[in-house]
């Protein structure tokens, strides 16, 4: 595929992952601080938020589905999510774990494993956003072209 | 000599810190370690960052060895930068310390926080924080944080 029409695909579907707010201002300020002495810093960064956030997953898995929960463990985990979640601009699931964190303040384990569901689906879909994204952005490298910045 | 600070990342105009002002940061969250890093890299700073409140203070000489008064890291330290909320000591914890001691008392002191929570802020800037700054932080953020410490001096 030529270079203008991959860098065409990369606008608009950078533009539709802001839109359908997957992704906020957060991630611009990401892609704004990537320069030629770390030209991969916005994959480094959302790399390590995929580790970081599917062990912190797994964790809150396992203390849900203790005999008795500890909600401050919980609730720890749930913050450090939320913490890195809005570092990157990763907004939705920024937003489920707002939510998650008040049914934890209320010590509800059905409410609190419906929300653990639902962070978990928006991770998934913000992880297939994000690596669609990287893929493109490879694509256009390897045609021999720039990565459009976005305002 | 005109210190307001200039939108290019030069470092002319920096009085107290030679070439590049070096900053402790100190945040349990590995992301946001790695982000307000290359924040403050990109704006002219030499960085060191701790996992703790604990690791900070052993890098400022203010471990449990107190009979260690030399700084061990060997690099002057012109600011401190730290999330309010992390497990063991807090950001609040780490600034007492901090300005509890001889040695480092004059450092500015910056805390981090996702919740803007007023008294949680006014307690920071009655201890002596510098500033309050709530997360996710931004490069305008950074961009502020330089023109207060040059407005101050070190």
Known sequence: MEVVQLQTRFVEYTASLF????????????????????????????????????????DLTRALNQQSVDFKKVDANVHQLKGSSSSIGAQRIKNACITFRNFCDEQNIEASLRCLQQVKQEYSLVKNKLDTLFRLEQQIVAAGGSIPVME | MNASFSSSSSSKGMMD???????????????????????????????????????????LGLGDDQNNTSNVSGLKVNLII????????????????????SVMKEVPVVIM???????????????????????????????ELRCQLMKYGS
């Open chain 1, 19 to 58: 839109r359908e707010g997957y992704l906020d201002a957060q991630f611009t300020q990401l892609q704004q601080l990537q320069d030629e002495s770390n030209p991969d810093f916005v994959v480094e960064v959302v790399s390590l938020f995929f580790e970081d956030s599917e062990r912190l997953l797994n």
């Open chain 2, 17 to 59: 810190h030679g070439d590049q002002p070096h900053v402790l940061a100190v945040d349990d969250n590995l992301i946001d370690r790695k982000i307000v890093e290359k924040l403050l890299k990109n704006s002219a700073c030499k960085v060191t960052t701790a996992e703790n409140g604990l690791r900070a203070l052993e890098y």
């Open chain 2, 82 to 101: 730290t999330d309010y909320c992390m497990p063991g000591m807090t950001g609040y914890e780490l600034l007492k310390k901090i300005k509890e001691s």
């Open chain 2, 113 to 143: 926080s996702s919740e803007n929570i007023p008294t949680r802020i006014n307690k920071c800037l009655e201890e002596g924080a510098k500033m309050f700054m709530l997360k996710p932080i931004k490069q305008s953020d950074v961009k």
